[in-house]
T-cell receptor
Framework: DTEVTQTPKHLVMGMTNKKSLKCEQHMGHRAMYWYKQKAKKPPELMFVYSYEKLSINESVPSRFSPECPNSSLLNLHLHALQPEDSALYLC????????????FGAGTRLSVL | ELKVEQNPLFLSMQEGKNYTIYCNYSTTSDRLYWYRQDPGKSLESLFVLLSNGAVKQEGRLMASLDTKARLSTLHITAAVHDLSATYFCAVRLRATDSWGKFQFGAGTQVVVTP
């Protein structure tokens, strides 16, 4: 099983809402990632968890709050977002070391109104 | 700061011809990846290259790595329509105290026409 599952697939939220994105994998990967991707742009790394600890935060605004409750789950909590935060949010996972190939989920397409 | 440059950014291919996409990166890295993304879809891993001179091939795609020149190439042989997609290279910044700092190139949008 090489699947990374993201929910929901689509999300529309207002600027005052609080919502969460979820990501799950059962490949035994101990690194999990959040990326943001705008249309016709490459993925931009937001956060990396390694062994369930936050190892990289790419200066992401505090309205995005990641959480890694266990080795299979990764959440991204959203609060007071701006319209410019509308994008495709991709979760990925990989082994730490070895080849480190990232397996990506299908993404959550987020629209902030 | 790790910079990754891909070129060309757009490539119009004729079926049956050969083409090359280039990926340059600015600092030492120990892993270079190639991914494919179809419109509206997620990313699919194609290759990972770990050492100088590494070459990997899958079907009509062949990737190579020159760590001294900090250059990777993705060569497409006898292009077919199914290869239409956006291709990204990505590089891992070597760091002893953290894992996972990956930087993607801007992507090359490939369109294959008859």
């Amino acid at each position: 099983d090489t699947e990374v599952t993201q929910t929901p697939k689509h999300l529309v939220m207002g600027m005052t809402n609080k919502k969460s994105l979820k990501c799950e994998q059962h490949m035994g990967h101990r690194a999990m990632y959040w990326y943001k991707q705008k249309a016709k742009k490459p993925p931009e790394l937001m956060f990396v968890y390694s062994y369930e600890k936050l190892s990289i935060n790419e200066s992401v605004p505090s309205r995005f709050s990641p959480e890694c409750p266990n080795s299979s789950l990764l959440n991204l909590h959203l609060h007071a977002l701006q319209p410019e935060d509308s994008a495709l949010y991709l979760c990925a996972s990989s082994h730490v070391d070895r080849e480190g190939i990232q397996y990506f989920g299908a993404g959550t397409r987020l629209s902030v109104l | 700061e790790l910079k990754v440059e891909q070129n060309p950014l757009f490539l119009s291919m004729q079926e049956g011809k050969n083409y090359t996409i280039y990926c340059n990166y600015s600092t030492t890295s120990d892993r270079l990846y190639w991914y494919r993304q179809d419109p509206g879809k997620s990313l699919e891993s194609l290759f990972v290259l770990l050492s100088n001179g590494a070459v990997k091939q899958e079907g009509r795609l062949m990737a190579s790595l020159d760590t001294k020149a900090r250059l990777s190439t993705l060569h497409i042989t006898a292009a077919v329509h199914d290869l239409s997609a956006t291709y990204f290279c990505a590089v891992r910044l070597r760091a002893t105290d953290s894992w996972g700092k990956f930087q993607f190139g801007a992507g090359t949008q490939v369109v294959v026409t008859p």
